[in-house]
T-cell receptor
Framework: EAQVTQNPRYLITVTGKKLTVTCSQN?????MSWYRQDPGLGLRQIYY???????DKGDVPEGYKVSRKEKRNFPLILESPSPNQTSLYFC?????????????FGSGTQLSVL | AQSVTQLGSHVSVSEGALVLLRCNYS??????LFWYVQYPNQGLQLLLK??????LVKGINGFEAEFKKSETSFHLTNPSAHMSDAAEYFC????????????FGAGTRLAVHP
């Protein structure tokens, strides 16, 4: 089944403790992206990747890192989480980077930073 | 820069009634427009999209939307609501730069009551 898989589904952590949210897609998609969803703000892009070893900042990249060493994986790294990073995170992918391509979303990771 | 405004954070309708979810956009270039739906505890799924061509686009589950350039609108309608349509709906527009970055609205939560 074609899908984007995120782990974990729920995560509670404390300020400053490094964490990684994993994202994997099985559709051989070139383009991958991370969004955060906050009430009243919709989804905002954190980082994106157009292909292996090609990543760039989205609209809200502060406090986050990503890497794209393999085509299928695009982990999101929080080196020193802070409470303002408490949010619902989504990984998404599309076949190509072109505008208009359908985005496939993972089921989300609810992160709470205490 | 692109932006999306969704009028009404919550909409409530009776089963069988017309659904109208409003979306207005701002874009300095010809837009690609999308509606995504998020069912409880799930990721977002593409409902429909407009890129070029026919301005009335049909999606899944009886939903459709019409691109009106003069009004900068892309409202979503369904002639007959079902209980299963209860979800959060996001309107989105492609960002500038020509790649698959979506700018999302804040979302509209649709409730359907018997």
């Amino acid at each position: 089944e074609a899908q984007v898989t995120q782990n974990p589904r729920y995560l509670i952590t404390v300020t400053g403790k490094k964490l990684t949210v994993t994202c994997s897609q099985n559709m051989n998609h070139e383009y991958m992206s991370w969004y955060r969803q906050d009430p009243g703000l919709g989804l905002r892009q954190i980082y994106y990747s157009m292909n292996v070893e090609v990543t760039d900042k989205g609209d809200v990249p502060e406090g986050y890192k990503v890497s794209r060493k393999e085509k299928r994986n695009f982990p999101l790294i929080l080196e020193s989480p802070s409470p303002n990073q408490t949010s619902l995170y989504f990984c998404a992918s599309s076949l190509s980077q072109g505008a208009g391509e359908k985005l496939f979303f993972g089921s989300g990771t609810q992160l709470s930073v205490l | 820069a692109q932006s999306v405004t969704q009028l009404g954070s919550h909409v409530s309708v009776s089963e069988g009634a017309l659904v109208l979810l409003r979306c207005n956009y701002s874009s300095s270039v010809p837009p690609y427009l999308f509606w995504y739906v998020q069912y409880p505890n799930q990721g977002l799924q593409l409902l429909l999209k407009y890129t070029t061509g026919a301005t009335l686009v049909k999606g899944i589950n009886g939903f459709e939307a019409e691109f009106k350039k003069s009004e900068t609108s892309f409202h979503l309608t369904n002639p007959s609501a079902h209980m299963s349509d209860a979800a959060e709906y996001f309107c989105a527009v492609t960002g500038s730069g020509g790649y698959n970055k979506l700018i999302f609205g804040a979302g509209t939560r649709l409730a359907v009551h018997p």
